[in-house]
């Protein structure tokens, strides 16, 4: 049987169909643009669709105006998704006006089999790691280059109080990583990030939990207390459903 993920059209796609049988091989783009398609089946018949950040989140949005009659509204984790998905007439509302997000597809960084992540590599993890706290069902959508058997090899995004910085910088020092502040770069929130590399992560959720507990921190890109529920992961092979 034919894997429908695999079917061209897709949308961001720059050849035409006849240039681009069913089996060729997929560059990264066109994995991010699979899974964004598949994705679409997840989106709600009601309610609230929480929309991430990032160039597979982007080709997710591209998607939607196709469906924009199923959900009621959106929220934005950040004021690039917002843009986005005004441009298609698509309602963004503030999440302080709902109760709940049915469903948040998002990008990441990294993720492991068992659905923990990093994200926040464009610098959006607070407002994703909240749109992600509000969700009922997280599905995380990537190309296979993002599987990891172990979440580190990305450095770990900081969103730091500007004031702050220095003091988690060398807390951050004292627990393995070897932190760089991004340079020309301040978040939708006004804070600055510090991008960890070299930090062990292999008890990602007791990391998280250290991590933020340094004053000044907002949050850090760890998603493995709150992880995906859903993973729809891109492959040569078609679009694989990893499932929590
Ligand atoms: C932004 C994110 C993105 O989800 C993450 O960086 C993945 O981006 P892309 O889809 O461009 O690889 O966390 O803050």
Avoid at 200 to 213: F, H, K
Wanted: charged residues 25%; hydrophobic residues 45%.
């Amino acid at each position: 049987m034919v894997n429908p993920h695999r079917l061209r059209p897709l949308s961001c796609v720059v050849y035409g169909e006849a240039e681009a049988p069913y089996d060729w091989p997929m560059t990264q783009d066109e994995l991010k643009q699979a899974v964004a398609r598949a994705a679409l089946d997840y989106v709600p018949f009601a309610g609230v669709l929480g929309v991430g950040s990032g160039s597979t989140a982007n080709c997710f949005i591209a998607e939607l105006g196709r469906v924009k009659h199923k959900f009621d509204v959106a929220v934005a984790s950040s004021e690039e998704t917002a843009r986005r998905l005004k441009a298609l007439g698509i309602e963004v509302v503030d999440l302080n006006s709902v109760l709940e997000v049915e469903v948040y597809v998002d990008g990441a960084d990294e993720v492991t089999r068992d659905l923990a992540m990093i994200k926040g590599g464009g610098g959006a993890l607070t407002r994703e790691k909240i749109v992600a706290a509000v969700s009922r069902t997280f599905v995380c959508i990537a190309d296979e280059s993002k599987l990891v058997d172990v979440l580190g090899r990305f450095p770990l995004p900081v969103e730091v109080i500007p004031m702050a910085r220095s003091y988690v910088a060398r807390e951050l020092v004292k627990l393995g990583g070897e932190p760089e502040w991004r340079q020309n770069f301040v978040t939708d929130n006004g804070n600055m990030i510090l991008d960890v590399y070299n930090l062990d992560m292999l008890r990602p959720g007791e990391l998280e939990t250290t991590i933020n507990q340094i004053a000044g921190v907002v949050t850090n890109g760890l998603f493995a207390r709150r992880g995906a529920d859903v993973l729809l992961l891109g492959t040569g092979d078609g679009v694989r459903t990893i499932r929590r």
